[in-house]
């Protein structure tokens, strides 16, 4: 089974651009959640979806949303960026609680 | 909200054992994980504990006092490729999503 996929690997942005990140689940997993991973704050969770509805949401301003799709892919988007946003965006799937990651998306804003 | 601590970064001899400790606080605790992310990749599902006690899964086994709010991951017979950050995540009351500490940078040398 394929695991979880995640595009762009890497994105280089400048402020107050905007970005969209996209993630695809494991096959049969229903539950996408979404983390910003830095060195100073470790890996913050920012919202989760179910069935195409954001179930669970972090301390996170509202430039940064999401939604989901009926083939339970996700997207994220963040807008008007800022320099403190450079950061690897970790995209993970779930079927029963144990959090399946995928590779990342290494975002840096300049 | 919950507070989860563990040690910043701790150094081991290749062959040797290490206990790398979490203690938490939360209320209505409802399981805790323990992740493995190599530098530069994504966390990687090592173990789950919702009961008290003592779970073996090959070179690695996890500890769990809900009393204590206390865990810890127990790694045998060092290898060098078991240098790694090392998260511990505590899931609790009825939020599906759970909440990571700062991880624990694990070096292991010659």
């Known amino acids: 089974k394929a695991g979880v996929t995640q595009t762009p690997r890497y994105l280089i942005k400048t402020r107050g651009q905007q970005v969209t990140l996209s993630c695809s689940p494991i096959s049969g997993h229903r539950s996408v959640s979404w983390y910003q991973q830095t060195p100073g704050q470790g890996l913050q969770f920012l919202f989760e979806y179910f069935s195409e509805t954001q179930r669970n949401k972090g301390n996170f301003p509202g430039r940064f949303s999401g939604r989901q799709f009926s083939n339970s892919r996700s997207e994220m988007n963040v807008s008007t960026l800022e320099l403190g946003d450079s950061a690897l965006y970790l995209c993970a799937s779930s079927l029963q609680g144990e959090q399946y990651f995928g590779p990342g998306t290494r975002l840096t804003v300049t | 909200g919950q507070n989860i601590d563990q040690p910043t970064e701790m150094t081991a001899t290749e062959g040797a054992i290490v206990q790398i400790n979490c203690t938490y606080q939360t209320s209505g605790f409802n399981g805790l994980f323990w992740y493995q992310q190599h530098a530069g990749e994504a966390p990687t599902f090592l173990s789950y504990n919702v009961l008290d006690g003592l779970e073996e899964k090959g070179r690695f086994s996890s500890f769990l006092s809900r009393s204590k709010g206390y865990s810890y991951l127990l790694l045998k017979e060092l290898q060098m490729k078991d240098s790694a950050s090392y998260l511990c995540?505590?899931?609790?009351?009825?939020?599906?999503?759970?909440?990571f500490g700062r991880g624990t940078s694990l070096i292991v040398h010659p």
């Open positions: 995540a505590v899931r609790s009351g009825g939020s599906y999503i759970p909440t």
